[in-house]
Each structure stands twice: as structure tokens, then as C-alpha cells.
């Protein structure tokens, strides 16, 4: 086995399970908005899609829940370029009749949030980055 220093260089989160309500709506609200594929057809119980990046998210509902059991802080997020891109998938959302707080400047970041099918929480951030103190800028 090589060193620790040697495997953790190259290690990548890249695969997330969400438990949601309905694994096929959630599908097809990852695929149509956020341009994720689908690894194999969406079923009641499960579903595999990637991004461009490599990231896999399941998408699983195999005890048949009908409400959300993921804690309220949880969510998923998705990093724009700019604050018009965030803008732009906001209007995009709330056009096809979803229900999006509106984008705001909070926690370093240009941001909104919604309940995406499935009933997780979505998050669509441009980061702006922690501001500099005076006092400790080099």
C-alpha cells in the first residue's frame, strides 16, 4: 500500500446517495434543469446520473418514504460562474413553475434555494469568497 500522502493527492469526492420522495420526478429535474444524465432509466426505487465533472448522484427511495428524512440543513449545490448565471437558472426555474427563494448575497455568495422534486433542499450559489480583513491583509 502506498503512503497516505501518496492516494489522498488524488482523491475526489465523486459519488453521493440522496434518499427522495420520488426518484423519478427527482430524475427528471436533475437531467431537464441541471444537465445531468441518467446512467440507466429511472425506476420508483433508483436512479444513477452523472455531470460532466464525473460526480455520480443516486437518487434512491427504497423503504417507499413520502416525506423528506434528510436533515434540514442537508443540501446539494450547484457553483455557477456569475451572479447572472445564477440569476439565469433562477428565471429558468421559477418559469417552468417552481417555487425559488430569490437569488440574494448570502454567506459569501450570490444564492438562492428551493425544494426540488424529491424534497431535498437545492442550492444555486455563485461564491464570492470570503472578504478580507484590513488588518490581516498581507
Known amino acids: 500500500c502506498r503512503g497516505a500522502t501518496d492516494w489522498t493527492a488524488h482523491m475526489h469526492m465523486n459519488h ?11 430524475a427528471d429535474f436533475l437531467t431537464t434543469h441541471f444537465a445531468m444524465t ?35 440543513a442537508f443540501h446539494v449545490g450547484f457553483m455557477m460562474d456569475s451572479r447572472a448565471e445564477v440569476d439565469m437558472v433562477h428565471q429558468k426555474l421559477t418559469a417552468a413553475g417552481y417555487t425559488c427563494d430569490p437569488p440574494r448575497l448570502m454567506h459569501f ?28 491583509a498581507l
Open 38 to 72: 441518467l446512467s440507466a432509466p429511472a425506476t420508483k426505487k433508483f436512479a444513477m446520473l452523472r455531470d460532466d465533472a464525473g460526480m455520480v448522484l443516486v437518487l434512491s427511495n427504497f423503504e417507499s418514504i413520502t416525506e423528506s428524512q434528510l436533515p434540514s
Open 109 to 136: 455568495s450570490w444564492t438562492f434555494y428551493m425544494t426540488a422534486p424529491g424534497g431535498y433542499t437545492l442550492e444555486v450559489q455563485k461564491w464570492e469568497g470570503r472578504p478580507v480583513k484590513p488588518d490581516t
Open 16 to 26: 453521493m446517495n440522496i434518499p427522495v420522495t420520488d426518484v423519478v420526478a427527482a
